[in-house]
């Protein structure tokens, strides 16, 4: 069981690129979410998904697209990278109403 | 609507001195809490959690939270401090709606363990 992976571990992009980072889970879990973790401010909500072809908006949702084709893929989408989406990124997953487990993270940073 | 409140950014403990990181929550319905710990350059490892069962949880390395509904607090207890424990702690509050849970997180607390 690899649980929740995340890749890449590290990126650098210049303002203005667009890219994906990529989330799978391997449980089986029906929810999944991307967090953003940003110094002092814990981690916030970007999006989250309740299934495949469900998904809705978190706490801060602008600059960033998801989807969930599959139960085991949730991709996070940056279509026009600004220097204010530089953090640290985490995708989570979890049964329905139950823990979320967490992956190991991608530190994104913008130039 | 739901919010945590971390009561403390940083907190400094001696080897084998009890440890308390703070909080209270805010939330209009009954919440399921969690302490997740997250050790420097590392994800998120859940250390315990809340679920309306009985009131004094006890987690991973001898750490434990109490409930305390009339205080609205969770505070995260730990009898003895190790080197080891040294990380950032966030206490989290899970509100549903409809059938997701979503994870409110507090702005966390540094635990520094010194010799």
């Known amino acids: 069981n690899a649980g929740v992976t995340q890749t890449p571990k590290f990126q650098v992009l210049k303002t203005g690129q667009s890219m994906t980072l990529q989330c799978a889970q391997d449980m089986n879990h029906e929810y999944m979410s991307w967090y953003r973790q940003d110094p002092g401010m814990g981690l916030r909500l970007i999006h989250y998904s309740v299934g495949a072809g469900i998904t809705d908006q978190g706490e801060v949702p602008n600059g960033y697209n998801v989807s969930r084709s599959t139960t085991e893929d949730f991709p996070l989408r940056l279509l026009s990278a600004a220097p204010s989406q530089t953090s640290v990124y985490f995708c989570?997953?979890?049964?329905?109403?139950?823990?979320?487990?967490f992956g190991p993270g991608t530190r994104l940073t913008v130039l | 609507a739901q919010s945590v409140t971390q009561l403390d950014s940083h907190v400094s403990v001696s080897e084998g001195t009890p440890v308390l990181l703070r909080c209270n929550y805010s939330?209009?319905?009954?919440?399921?809490l969690f302490w997740y710990v997250q050790h420097p350059n590392k994800g998120l490892q859940l250390l315990l959690k809340y679920t309306s069962a009985a009131t004094l949880v006890k987690g991973i390395n001898g750490f434990e939270a109490e409930f305390k509904k009339s205080e609205t607090s969770f505070h995260l207890t730990k009898p003895s401090a190790h080197m080891s424990d040294a990380a950032e702690y966030f206490c989290?509050?899970?509100?549903?709606?409809?059938?997701?849970?979503?994870?409110?997180f507090g702005t966390g607390t540094r635990l520094q363990v010194t010799l």
């Open positions: 989570a997953s979890s049964p329905q109403g139950g823990t979320q487990y």
């Open positions: 989290v509050v899970s509100g549903n709606t409809g059938t997701a849970s979503k994870l409110t």
């Open positions: 939330s209009s319905y009954s919440p399921s």
